[in-house]
């Protein structure tokens, strides 16, 4: 039929045959990686890199790749119920199988990570999003680079060491990697291997709770000595930092201190953690549609909202994907990542990473 | 037509109170079964999880199926069985995607799941109602003001005398005729019944009031028209016209059992009406027992529960809009047991029973003369 005529006609014919559903409807009965509305990607491999950590390989449906140091935004349905979260790519951008790869890490009190790093099985389906995120190298590769990362850290920096490998760049890189025990550190292997096999490539792992096994004698936390340690002159160094909130936070100190801020690009990992009740929070949530009234307890609204008993769409929950906006009509929001404080007109807000300030009017 | 203004003023005419079933109702025991039927909504709540998903994802797949195969047997509808066997699969089909599935999803059973092709937000139906105009005609107006007369637009839908409450007016004559033809063209009733046309015609709305409503109408009307009515026939194109009948009868028979169940939900004996004075200031344990004894079940095997998108259990849907229906059949024997301990109709029989009750009602209603025995409303 394509030879008669043009696809994109055949196509809008068969959308409006299978109107109101849409094609993808009926495509995802035959295999659910037909579909063209939605990215996804199914599992094919599962390998256990510690013993809390899991390397899932998956085959999108169709993807635009990504740029090392980049996150994808994975969907599960765990229970009935899809969830959403964020993770690194640990593949490299110059993969050409027509798959990736993300490490997920066991979070104890987390939800879709340990159902991932523990459950997931090859031919598991996954709502999959295009890359996002600004942890990337620059487009010409510097002649040096510092890697620092702490636990699932590791996932992003693994990318951008497989990419230069791929890329055979000229780049001497330094990683400084974090991690509790040797059993605790992903891809150790090929760690190792790139130290030994390639000049330009240097790896240090430090141990915080087996100093005897920790590279160049290193023990505890990042410090400047460590710094010192691996790289002796930090100036013009593009650096790299992932990991848990508090190596990102003393990095950037250490960095602030030396006026090397510039240098420094940073992502922090932390978990979906619920977010504390404000004890000082006043004011009503008045929803127009449902015609309800809540009174705020200074969580975040979708928090609040579920809890009062409905069900706004949902995303990551963490103010990335964009699928909980709804029309702020009235009222001032604070965002909970950075305490920004909106203004008084009506805009477009997520409601998963803001929380009231006062009275607020919302068409839910 | 009956205008609802006519509802209203004649509430205040009516005969008589007779004793009602909750009369006998302290204010305590009405707290008390708010607090029982607030207790089982929250562990079903509790409950939500991979079966309930399962359920509706393995009906939405069967949906699929039948309406794939349906239309696909149609195109060998020269052959008598497959025609009828096209339009048998097609008429589940559409009853599916219309009752179990559409009904239920766009009453937010399944927004839990956060996935946007059963949420109630984005949800569309194989109908001619555009799902928006419908979900705040009926989860908002009818779940709200059920059975409140001069309030509830189900009442007759604008255009039969379902109640005495309603004036007599000559016109009436026709009620049993114009009941087939709202059974008959029922999809077309639905569609349009959010523009309030009786509410156009005595003044109380303008045009400029339902004019987005009535764009979302043609919208969609035209869509589904062009895709069971012309589409589809062309595709087929040596034996279109028999497309075309097959098409059109799948939603005759969608029509015809839509519009008996939905009948049967509140019209059976039994079932009460309301006025407005009656509800202010209710409760929420008043308004559960308005909405268990607004409504009526019809008793029967599973196939009818999932055929009827589980509006056999009218009361435990009127009681708990959404929650999935699925779990109204496990909850039915606890809500039957309270309303047996206070001492509240719970209103069930066959399908031939109820409906037979709610022609009959529509026969008799149609002449002048003829009183509703259980739901003459207390007047203001």
Redesign the interface.
């Known amino acids: 039929m394509s030879t008669l005529l043009p696809t994109s006609v055949v196509r809008s014919i068969l959308e409006r045959l299978a109107g109101p559903h849409g094609l993808d409807r009926y495509l995802e009965l035959v295999d659910p990686l037909l579909v063209r509305g939605e990215d996804r990607a199914v599992v094919t491999d599962v390998r256990r890199e510690t013993a809390d950590t899991t390397t899932l390989t998956l085959r999108p449906n169709r993807w635009a790749g990504h740029a090392a140091g980049q996150y994808v935004r994975v969907s599960v349905e765990i229970d009935g119920r899809r969830h959403a979260r964020c993770y690194s790519v640990s593949s490299s951008q110059h993969r050409d199988d027509g798959r990736l790869t993300i490490t997920v890490k066991a979070d104890p009190q987390g939800l879709v990570s340990p159902y991932l790093a523990r459950h997931a099985r090859p031919g598991l389906v996954v709502g999959l999003s295009e890359a996002d995120g600004d942890f990337v190298l620059p487009a010409v590769r510097p002649d040096r680079l510092l890697l620092i990362s702490g636990g699932s850290g590791i996932t992003p920096v693994g990318s951008i060491l497989r990419t230069l490998a791929d890329e055979d760049a000229d780049t001497d890189v330094t990683l400084l990697h974090y991690a509790p025990t040797a059993d605790d550190v992903a891809f150790r292997d090929e760690l190792r291997e790139l130290h030994t096999r390639r000049d330009n490539v240097r790896v240090v792992i430090v141990l915080t709770r087996d100093p005897a096994g920790s590279d160049l004698a290193l023990t505890g936390h990042l410090t400047a000595r460590h710094v010192d340690a691996v790289l002796d002159d930090p100036t013009d160094v593009p650096t790299y930092v992932c990991g848990p909130v508090g190596l990102v936070d003393g990095a950037t100190r250490l960095w602030s201190d030396a006026g090397l801020a510039d240098l420094l690009h940073i992502e922090r990992f932390q978990p979906a953690a619920p977010a504390e009740v404000d004890g000082d929070a006043t004011g009503t949530i008045t929803l127009t549609a449902s015609r309800r009234r809540v009174a705020n307890d200074g969580r975040p609204l979708l928090a609040q909202i579920e809890a009062a008993g409905l069900s706004p769409q949902a995303g990551c929950r963490m103010g990335i994907c964009h699928t909980c906006i709804k029309p702020k009509l009235v009222g001032r929001v604070r965002d909970v990542r950075d305490g920004r404080v909106s203004s008084c007109d009506p805009e477009d807000i997520q409601i998963c990473i803001n929380a009231p300030v006062g009275d607020v009017t919302l068409e839910i | 037509m009956t205008s609802t203004n006519a509802l209203t003023a004649t509430a205040a005419r009516v005969k008589p109170a007779r004793p009602r079933p909750h009369d006998h109702l302290t204010l305590e025991q009405i707290d008390e079964i708010g607090r029982r039927f607030d207790a089982i909504r929250q562990r079903v709540?509790d409950d939500?999880?991979?079966?309930?998903?399962?359920y509706i994802r393995g009906i939405?797949?069967v949906q699929?199926?039948l309406e794939?195969g349906g239309r696909g047997a149609l195109f060998l509808g020269f052959l008598p069985p497959m025609w009828l066997a096209g339009v048998g699969a097609l008429s589940l089909s559409k009853i599916l995607d219309n009752m179990e599935i559409g009904h239920n999803v766009m009453h937010?059973q399944y927004?839990?799941?956060?996935?946007?092709?059963l949420?109630s937000?984005q949800f569309?139906?194989?109908t001619a109602a555009p799902s928006a105009n419908w979900k705040h005609g009926h989860n908002f107006v009818h779940h709200t003001w059920t059975n409140v007369i001069g309030k509830d637009r189900d009442i007759g839908y604008g255009v039969l005398r379902m109640t005495d409450a309603q004036r007599w007016t000559p016109k009436d004559l026709g009620n049993p005729v114009y009941a087939f033809l709202l059974a008959a063209f029922f999809q077309w009733g639905v569609a349009l019944h959010d523009l309030e046309v009786e509410r156009l015609r005595s003044g109380q709305t303008e045009w400029e009031d339902v004019e987005d409503m009535a764009r979302l109408i043609r919208h969609?009307a035209k869509?589904?028209a062009?895709?069971d009515y012309v589409?589809?026939p062309l595709?087929a194109l040596p034996i279109a016209p028999l497309v075309l009948a097959g098409n059109a009868t799948a939603n005759l028979v969608r029509n015809l059992w839509a519009f008996t169940i939905i009948f049967c939900g509140h019209f059976p004996d039994g079932t009460q009406l309301f006025t407005q004075e009656e509800i202010e200031g209710e409760s929420r344990g008043s308004w559960y027992v308005r909405q268990m004894l607004g409504s009526a079940n019809i008793c029967g095997g599973k196939l009818l529960h999932i055929l009827s998108g589980n509006l056999s259990h009218q009361i435990e849907h009127h009681l708990f809009p959404d929650l999935p229906a699925r779990r109204y059949a496990d909850i039915a024997p606890e809500v039957q047991a309270i309303c047996d301990e206070f001492g509240l109709p719970y209103t069930t029989g066959s399908l031939g029973q109820q409906f037979g009750q709610v022609v009959r009602r529509i026969c008799k209603l149609a002449l002048p003369w003829t009183t509703d025995e259980s739901r003459t409303p207390v007047p203001g």
Do not use: C, I, T, Y
Request: no cysteine.
């Open positions: 709540l939500l999880g991979e079966v309930d998903a399962g939405v797949k699929r199926l794939v937010g927004d839990w799941m956060n996935d946007p092709s949420h937000s569309e139906w194989d969609k869509q589904q062009l895709k589409a589809f595709l």
